[in-house]
Each structure stands twice: as structure tokens, then as C-alpha cells.
């Protein structure tokens, strides 16, 4: 299994337009990516329905995971993404 812990860098945390630009490029990954928040059970991050309802907050640390063909390209991808603020960026995300 690949994991990867990053901060989230939204300042709405992921919430709205975070989340579901999180959502449309997990669902791009060639696996299937989850989203560990403490010691809560992981939500698959292609749902937007449970990012949402995870309530992250900006500087939450959140821990990615993922398993199988392309795992470790995902969980960068996504990591990436997540640790960058997209309320600031334009539709370039």
C-alpha cells in the first residue's frame, strides 16, 4: 500500500470547489484513492458526498492511500492537488 500525509492548503479546506475538483481527479486514477483523516475510517475520494461530510478544514493533516496499478502515481496526484489552495487558483487545477 502507498501512503502519503499532506496538509491541506484550501483556505475552505475541502469544501465546494476543492472537493469537487479533488473528486473529478480521483476519478481519473487508475485506482482506487482514500482519504484517512486521524484515526477516522478512510472515505474513498471519489465520492463527493463523503469528502464533503469529512468536513477538512485548511491544515488538517490528511493521510492518502492506495493500493494496486498505479497507486503511488495517484496518491501524488492527488496529494499534490489537495496540498495546493484552490479558492486562490483560477480553473487551473
Not at 500500500?1 to 481519473?28: C, F
Amino acid at each position: 500500500m502507498i501512503e502519503r500525509t499532506v496538509i491541506v492548503g484550501s483556505t475552505s479546506g475541502l469544501h465546494a470547489r476543492p472537493a469537487k475538483l479533488l473528486v473529478q481527479a480521483a476519478a481519473t486514477q487508475p485506482t482506487t484513492v482514500r482519504l484517512r483523516i486521524g484515526d477516522r475510517p478512510p472515505i474513498d475520494t471519489r465520492s463527493i458526498l463523503a469528502v464533503l461530510a469529512a468536513r477538512v478544514k485548511q491544515g488538517t493533516e490528511v493521510t492518502l492511500q492506495a493500493e494496486g496499478d498505479g497507486a503511488e502515481e495517484a496518491v501524488t496526484a492527488l496529494a499534490e492537488l489537495i496540498a495546493r489552495n484552490l479558492d486562490e487558483e483560477g480553473g487551473n487545477a
